[in-house]
């Protein structure tokens, strides 16, 4: 079976007794058809798979999708007209996605179509990858991690933070990314405790921690990583958090496994760190999937009901942020494997990296 053949079968696996599914998420669309543009709504049934496009669309789906592709200008009406000819009674829809304007136009159309809500559902659909998926995550790792290493040689102290962002975007170009997969972070001094900090018109003095968060897009798939670096020689204070936080990362990535619940896995981290006495200043969740989505399923935190399969692919990103001072944050992307894992990620977070 080919990597296409694979998906539709893996998606008509949520069939469960429903005629059809009509998926309207980009990326899942993208995923199963395999057009990757905008405005698509793709629907299976055990022996079909179409997609709708408009007009503007439709060489490009034409050229790229695995699926029956279908012109349509009145988007509903003609789904249903379509659903009607499937003879389709029940249909699974993306709740957690639909547009509330949109629902309500079915529900006005589809009067004989029963509608399931399945976005609780449907949201697991990537969350175990193919090899061919896990080798452009870890090419846009690769990409994004050598961009950063070229930044960091020529020296970020003196610039503001967005200076430094923006040639770190340009580097991943550079060297074949397609963009950063989200807004990149770098958050420097006292902005370093601040967990989302993206880049600010702060100027990066000497001897302060930077946080950079950022992973590159290549082929439609996403990396994410965070290094922590210091600015001239770190003060032992510093140190010794650093320490604290990769040692927490060790333990959860050493606890990695098929099979093992991801709440777990954020216990390893968080009971480290509550025993040095740091886990109150580690407030976010351990990790999450990344694939054509930089956040996608599974859900690594303490909440999470989600249990680790091989061929996920999850950050291990435990943080201390000590506010009005400094945060250390150490992220990987690893992919689960049946007893352990694999890095895609590619610095070393070992030893504190210091930079000019
Ligand atoms: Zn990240
Ligand atoms: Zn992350």
């Avoid at 998606?11 to 059809?20: E, I, N, P, Q, T």
């Avoid at 003196?158 to 040639?167: H, K, L, S």
């Avoid at 897009?217 to 770190?234: I, N, Q």
């Avoid at 999850?314 to 689960?336: M, W």
Wanted: glycine content about 10%.
């Amino acid at each position: 079976m080919s990597y296409w053949e694979q998906r539709l079968a893996k998606a008509r696996s949520y069939l469960k007794g429903l005629d059809a599914i009509m998926l309207s998420s980009r990326y899942n669309v993208t995923y199963v058809t395999g057009y990757t543009g905008s405005d698509a709504v793709s629907v299976f049934t055990d022996t079909t798979s179409d997609l709708f496009v408009d007009s503007r669309n439709t060489l490009q789906a034409r050229e790229e999708a695995h699926a029956q592709v279908y012109e349509i200008r009145k988007r509903w009406e003609e789904i249903y007209e379509h659903l009607r000819g499937l003879n389709v009674k029940t249909v699974g829809i993306e709740s957690n996605v639909l547009d509330v304007d949109s629902f309500l136009q079915m529900k006005n159309l589809f009067v004989d179509i029963q509608m399931t809500p399945m976005g609780g559902q449907l949201k697991y659909l990537r969350a175990v990858k193919d090899p061919s998926e896990t080798a452009l995550i870890a090419e846009a790792a690769r990409i994004a991690g050598e961009a950063l290493t070229q930044v960091l040689a020529a020296g970020i102290v003196g610039r503001r933070e967005i200076d430094v962002a923006f040639d770190l975007e340009c580097a991943m170009r550079r060297l074949g990314a397609s963009g950063p997969s989200f807004e990149i972070i770098v958050a420097s001094g006292p902005r370093s405790a601040m967990p989302h900090g993206a880049a600010s018109e702060k100027v990066i003095g000497k001897g302060e921690a930077v946080v950079f968060d950022y992973g590159s897009l290549y082929k439609g798939y996403a990396s994410d990583e965070t290094c922590t670096v210091f600015t001239g020689e770190p003060d032992a204070e510093f140190a010794e958090v650093y320490g604290h936080v990769r040692k927490a990362q060790s333990l959860a990535i050493d606890g990695l496994s098929a099979g093992v619940k991801a709440s777990v896995v954020d216990r390893l981290a968080r009971d480290y760190l509550e025993g040095v006495g740091l886990a109150r200043y580690f407030g976010h969740g351990l990790g999450h999937g990344v694939g054509m989505e930089v956040h996608e399923m599974p859900v690594v935190s303490h909440l999470s009901k989600d249990t680790l399969e091989k061929g996920m692919v999850v950050t291990i990103e435990p943080g201390v942020y000590l506010a009005g001072r400094f945060g250390v944050r150490i992220e990987d992307t690893v992919l689960i494997t049946d007893n352990s894992c694999k890095r895609l990620t590619n610095l070393d977070k070992d030893s504190i990296k210091v930079t000019t």
